[in-house]
């Protein structure tokens, strides 16, 4: 999975959501609620930060936690009930996932195994993409 960069713990900085680490409960929320940090950088509480705002994972990749929902390209479908290594959806479906959380909700939603999943004609102020070119 792209946003632990190789870890095992819910952030790839660790166990624990941090405001320092990532854009997460910019919405008066009482549990895990950033805005005051984010204020104090002079940034934006009521929408995502700039790119690059926090520090990247083990692979470089910054705001895998937090900041805006990014759509993937799985179909959303159930887990499986046997233990899988990077499931991947079906090959179709009505819904798309989404993952990573956002600037507007709690943290925990931020955690690398946490999913959501939407109409991929939807738009969402709290949701983006990622372009990703592979290296060869």
């Given at each position: 999975m792209l946003a632990g960069a190789g870890s095992v713990t819910p952030y790839h900085w660790g166990k624990d959501i941090d405001c320092n680490?990532?854009?997460y409960g910019n919405s008066q929320m009482k549990n895990g609620d950033c805005s005051p940090?984010?204020?104090s950088r002079g940034?934006?509480?009521d929408g995502p930060a700039r790119v690059k705002s926090y520090p990247p994972n083990a692979w470089g990749l910054y705001d895998m936690?937090?900041?805006i929902w990014e759509w993937c390209h799985d179909w959303y479908d159930k887990y499986p009930t046997f233990a899988v290594t990077d499931p991947r959806g079906p090959d179709s479906g009505t819904m798309k996932i989404r993952r990573g959380g956002?600037?507007?909700g709690f943290g925990h939603s931020?955690?690398?195994a946490n999913r959501a999943y939407a109409h991929p004609g939807s738009k969402f102020s709290t949701s983006g993409f990622r372009v990703v070119r592979e290296v060869q």
């Open positions: 680490r990532a854009m940090f984010v204020e940034w934006d509480s936690h937090g900041n956002s600037w507007f931020c955690r690398s």
